[in-house]
């Protein structure tokens, strides 16, 4: 009987054996809990944020100050979303050598330095430990587990992508991370 196959899915949906550590341009979708709209409201098609979605937004701009070899492109924080894209370059400073761009995938506890699952996993962790700080420690989920991650491979994908992220507050009604 397989009713329940997707329930608590086992696979990845990362590619096999791709480096994510490795230089390139990744559009991220992250989801909150059951999809709830915890970061603020859409008004006049902008996103206003309330103070859980001015945490999540710190944390995201905060990227770059844990992992130097990561800069933020576009980025949107939506009442139970955030769209953004991260470019990784060579590692630089301090963390020359620490991860070998080749051959280095990521495994259950055991996870790769300056990698887009490490930044997200580092991003998840930071939002959800400040948000409930606000909540005065009331300790509820702010993520769903796991994220969508898509490798940009050319100029034409780039631009369709910010486009996709300026206009998702004109676009949150047809969204499909809307109940």
């Known amino acids: 009987m397989i009713l329940f ?10 590619l096999a054996k791709y480096d994510y550590a490795q230089m390139g341009l990744y559009f991220i979708t992250i989801i909150t809990h059951n999809r709830g709209c915890i970061f603020g409201n859409i008004k006049n098609n902008i996103m206003i944020l309330n103070d859980p979605g001015k945490i999540a937004e710190k944390c995201w701009r905060g990227i770059p100050f844990h992992f130097p070899n990561a800069s933020l492109l576009e980025f949107i924080i939506m009442p139970n979303h955030i769209h953004g894209i991260i470019a990784l370059s060579v590692e630089t400073s301090r963390f020359i050598g620490a991860v070998s761009l080749r051959s280095k995938s990521e495994h259950f506890g055991k996870p790769t330095r300056q990698s887009i699952p490490t930044i997200i996993r580092s991003f998840k962790s930071a939002t959800t430990k400040m948000t409930n700080e606000y909540r005065n420690f009331n ?10 991650e898509h490798i940009i491979r ?13 206009t998702n507050p004109q676009n949150w009604l047809k969204d499909a991370y809307t109940e």
């Open 5 to 14: 196959k997707d329930k608590y899915r086992t696979d990845s949906i990362r």
């Open 139 to 148: 300790r509820q989920p702010v993520w769903q587990s796991g994220y969508y």
């Open 154 to 166: 050319n100029e034409d994908e780039l631009n369709r992508i910010r486009e996709y992220i300026l």
